[in-house]
């Protein structure tokens, strides 16, 4: 079986948040230039309510959307925003680190770009937070969201806000693996990574990106003691297939070429509704990658993003972004009517947030825990 070469792939995630954590600590303070942060309104009420924010924001005529959520969904979410104010949207899309890499090189110059930011590693929005580049905005949601659960301790709440969640999950092709394989993966998904019997036949996405970094955490930090670190090395004796992107995996799980991965779930949502052979698994708990949106300090149109904040977060917005992006809502009352929570097989997954605050992700920790888990599974 081809097995991708995935060297030159490992300093992804480590690079870019080391990049980022370089160019926000070479300049403090908030963003460039512009209208004096204390002069924005940090609600709609403080706007003079919402009427007087969407005229504001029909004057301003236009809005730019920084977002690492899939290009496809984003296009489709925005195009309601669009159609319900009469405001244009200009979309820029690429993943979350190299687009968070690109706002802080302009707000770093003094450049104000965005007016909106979707993106979803925590140490970044954390970063941003200290160095005030992005300002706290009560929408009329706020009540919306359990931000003691989602985000715990990251002391993010109304700094940005969670839409929906891609949930860490162990897929499986049904018609490569056995009966007697997929018995057990039932049981115990993650254990199955590390069992002989999947020598080969195991498909992993690079530590490169936040989501399987979040997934990996979930795993041998916060469950320590049941499978820890002793449990990735038996994954790697797997010989397992890595690749840049999950993506990529996804399209090959299906067609059979692999038999496992431990990668989201939402990647395999819309190809299990086309009738793929492919089940899934939470392991218990599972991580949540959480595509959060934030309000830069500084924005080029205010009052539309202001307006925006608020669409995306009301139960309208966020809703339609959940099942555009197949993924799981985060706001309270959020009603899961998704076609893959119908299948015989599918169970609600019980969720880890606790990755912005893991001790041993703190600081250089991070960086640290993507290296050592490279070095494993390089062996």
């Not at 394989?181 to 490169?208: C, H, N, W």
């Not at 991965?261 to 708990?285: Q, V």
Request: glycine share 10%; aromatic share 10%.
């Amino acid at each position: 079986m081809w097995k991708p070469k995935t060297m030159r792939f490992r300093t992804v995630l480590v690079g870019s948040v080391a990049a980022g954590s370089l160019l926000l600590a070479g300049c403090g303070g908030a963003a460039g230039g512009g209208t004096s942060v204390a002069n924005l309104p940090k609600s709609a009420a403080e706007a003079g309510g919402l009427d007087v924010l969407v005229k504001k924001a029909k004057e301003e005529g236009e809005l730019s959307l920084y977002a690492a959520t899939t290009e496809k969904a984003t296009t489709a979410w925005i195009k309601q925003f669009e159609q319900k104010y009469g405001i244009p949207v200009k979309l820029y899309r690429d993943g979350s680190t190299t687009l968070f890499q690109k706002w802080a090189q302009e707000v770093s110059g003094g450049v104000d770009n965005a007016d909106i930011v979707i993106q979803n590693v925590y140490q970044l929005w954390q970063d941003a937070k200290t160095k005030g580049w992005i300002t706290d905005y009560k929408t009329a949601n706020y009540d919306g969201y359990d931000f003691e659960k989602i985000l715990p301790g990251s002391g993010l709440a109304g700094a940005v806000y969670p839409l929906h969640q891609s949930i860490g999950a162990v897929a499986w092709n049904t018609k490569v693996t056995t009966p007697a394989q997929q018995e057990l993966l039932r049981k115990d998904p993650v254990a199955m990574l590390a069992d002989p019997s999947f020598k080969g036949q195991i498909a992993l996405g690079d530590t490169g990106g936040a989501t399987t970094a979040g997934n990996y955490a979930g795993v041998i930090l916060h469950q320590a003691d049941k499978y820890g670190w002793k449990w990735l090395e038996g994954v790697a004796a797997n010989d397992p297939a890595l690749f840049e992107s999950q993506i990529p995996i996804a399209e090959q799980l299906v067609k059979g070429e692999y038999a496992l991965t431990f990668g989201t779930d939402t990647l395999y949502n819309d190809y299990i509704a086309k009738g793929a052979p492919i089940e899934y698994k939470y392991p218990d708990p599972t991580n949540a990658a959480l595509w959060m949106i934030g309000l830069p300090a500084r924005t080029p149109h205010p009052n539309a993003a202001r307006l925006f904040m608020e669409w995306a977060t009301s139960a309208e917005g966020h809703d339609l972004m959940a099942t555009l992006g197949s993924g799981i809502g985060t706001r309270t009352g959020w009603a899961d009517k998704r076609e893959i929570a119908k299948q015989p097989w599918y169970a609600e997954p019980v969720i880890w947030y606790g990755m912005a605050t893991e001790p041993e992700l703190q600081g250089k920790g991070f960086a640290d825990f993507v290296t050592k888990v490279n070095a494993i599974l390089n062996k």
